[in-house]
Nanobody, 116 residues
């Protein structure tokens, strides 16, 4: 059974940092595009960043220069290092895997709250 499990969310003050982790299990993920999405209250889910197997990375303009996505395929882990956090980064963050033939999977999400 394919599972994605996020961890690392919590409450942080503006300007602070958090590192989110996503542990993937159930099959090999090294060929997947791995991504982080987020959904703020009352808003649609949006793409934050993704990393391919090459690896090639992409970041939303709103997080470029502050967030860094990385992966450790040996341990099937994906990370999102978030620095200089802002209140508008408050959201539930979801890990996603996508493979062109094996499909897309989602984790349950982890809440990040940026507040003083």
């Amino acid at each position: 059974q394919v599972q994605l499990q996020e961890s690392g969310g919590g409450l942080v003050q503006p300007g602070g940092s958090l590192r989110l982790s996503c542990a993937a299990s159930g099959r090999i993920f090294s060929d997947d595009r791995m991504a982080w999405y987020r959904q703020a209250p009352g808003k649609e889910r949006e793409l934050v960043a993704f990393i391919t197997s090459e690896p090639v990375t992409y970041y939303a303009d709103s997080v470029k220069g502050r967030f860094t996505i990385s992966r450790d395929d040996a341990w099937s882990l994906v990370y999102l290092q978030m620095n200089s956090l802002k209140p508008e980064d408050t959201a539930v963050y979801y890990c996603n895997s996508w493979h062109r033939t094996l499909g897309s999977y989602w984790g349950q999400g982890t809440l990040v709250t940026v507040s003083s």
